[in-house]
């Protein structure tokens, strides 16, 4: 989504490498997606899934 616009920005982190921003966030699998510190996403979903899934609102 960040490719499709100006307003999306993203940053990849590795894991292994920040492990005090994964105990935060508190990864346990890989890719985790985490949206506005609010939605998370764990592992690999289709797209059209993802997308629906990161644009819900917060909850």
């Known amino acids: 989504m960040a490719f499709s616009s100006p307003h999306i920005t993203a940053t990849a982190v590795e894991a292994t490498s920040f492990m005090d ?6 990864v346990t699998g890989v890719p985790k997606t985490i949206v506005n ?21 917060a909850g």
């Not at 921003?21 to 508190?26: A, Q």
């Open 21 to 26: 921003l994964s105990r935060k966030h508190h």
């Open 37 to 57: 510190d609010s939605i998370e996403i764990l592992g690999a979903l289709p797209e059209q899934q993802f997308v629906e899934t990161a644009l819900q609102p």
